[in-house]
C-alpha cells in the first residue's frame, strides 16, 4: 500500500484512557494500563482480552513484562511497582521505596526490574527476593527510561524534553541532547538497529542515533499527546498510544501506519 495509507488491524476496547502498553517478548501477547489504574493483558493471536484488574485508584504510566513472559509489572501513580501473573492477574508483589509518580519500569535479565520516578532516582531491584539493588540519580530531569540492548547504558527522558545517555556502571550521564518541546514520556531502544525512540507531548514520537544523538525520523499523526510509544520486538513496527483516544501501528522501514482505535 502508498504510504500513509491507514487500515484497520486490531481493536480492544478499554475503558478509559490508556497510558501504558508492552508486547510480551514473542509479541503473542500485549499488557496494558490506564489513568483510572486498571490493568489487562490481550491475547493477540486469539483476539481476546485475557484479564482485567484494578491494581490502583491513580494513573498506570508504564508496564514492562518478565523476560519469561510469566509475569507484567506496573508503575504509576501509586508511586509503587506491582508485579502480576501474566496469566490470570494475580497479585505476585509490590515493590515500595520510590518518594514520587513511577512513570517507566522496564525487566531485563541482566538488571532485573529498573524504574524510573519523579523523585529524581533510578532504581534497580531483584525480581526474586523484591528488594532494591542499587540507585543512580541522572544529571537531568528523571520521568522515564529504558536499557541499551547490552545492557551497559540508560537512556532517560526529562520533563524539559533532554534525553540524557547514562553509564549504568559509573551512574555518569555521557551524553545530553534537546529532543522535544515537551517532557519525554517514553523511551524504548531497540535490539535490531539499536536506535532510540522517543514519545513526547508535542503530538510526537521520534527515532534517534544514540550514539550521536543525532534524529533519524519524526512520526507524526496523532491530535493529542503521545503517551506511549514502542518498537516490536521485530524492529519493523512502532506502536504509539495517544491521548487522542489512538493507538497507531507504524511500518518502520516504509513509513505506513495501521491503525488501531
Not at 74 to 93: P, Y
Not at 117 to 134: I, K, Q
Request: hydrophobic share 40%.
Amino acid at each position: 500500500k502508498p504510504d500513509g495509507e491507514e487500515r484497520h488491524f486490531a481493536s480492544y476496547q478499554l475503558a478509559n484512557q490508556l497510558m501504558a502498553i508492552a508486547f510480551n517478548h514473542d509479541a503473542t501477547r500485549l499488557a496494558a494500563g490506564n489513568r483510572s489504574g486498571e490493568s489487562w493483558v490481550i491475547d493477540l493471536k486469539a483476539g481476546k482480552v485475557m484479564w482485567n484488574e484494578q491494581i490502583a485508584r491513580t494513573w498506570v504510566f508504564d508496564c514492562a513484562w518478565s523476560p519469561d513472559g510469566k509475569q507484567v509489572v506496573f508503575s504509576g501513580g501509586m508511586k509503587d511497582l506491582v508485579i502480576l501473573n501474566g496469566e490470570d492477574g494475580g497479585q505476585v508483589a509490590v515493590l515500595k521505596g520510590h518518594g514520587h509518580d513511577v512513570h517507566s519500569v522496564r525487566w531485563t535479565e541482566q538488571h532485573g526490574i529498573v524504574s524510573a520516578s519523579r523523585d529524581g532516582s533510578v532504581r534497580f531491584w531483584d525480581p526474586l527476593t523484591h528488594r532494591e539493588t542499587r540507585r543512580v540519580r541522572p544529571s537531568i530531569q528523571t520521568r522515564v527510561l529504558t536499557l541499551s540492548p547490552d545492557g551497559r547504558q540508560l537512556a532517560v527522558g526529562g520533563h524539559d524534553g533532554k534525553i540524557a545517555i547514562v553509564e549504568v556502571a559509573s551512574g555518569k550521564t555521557v551524553r545530553a541532547f534537546e529532543a522535544h518541546r515537551l517532557e519525554v514520556v517514553n523511551l524504548d531502544w531497540d535490539e535490531n538497529s539499536g536506535l532510540l525512540l522517543s514519545g513526547s507531548w508535542d503530538q510526537t514520537a521520534k527515532i534517534w542515533n544514540p550514539e550521536s544523538g543525532r534524529l533519524q525520523l519524526t512520526i507524526r499523526g496523532h491530535g493529542n499527546r503521545v503517551e506511549a510509544a514502542y518498537w516490536d520486538p521485530t524492529g519493523t513496527r512502532i506502536l504509539t498510544v495517544s491521548r487522542d483516544g489512538s493507538a497507531k501501528l507504524w511500518d518502520a522501514a516504509r513509513r505506513q501506519k495501521f491503525m488501531l482505535k
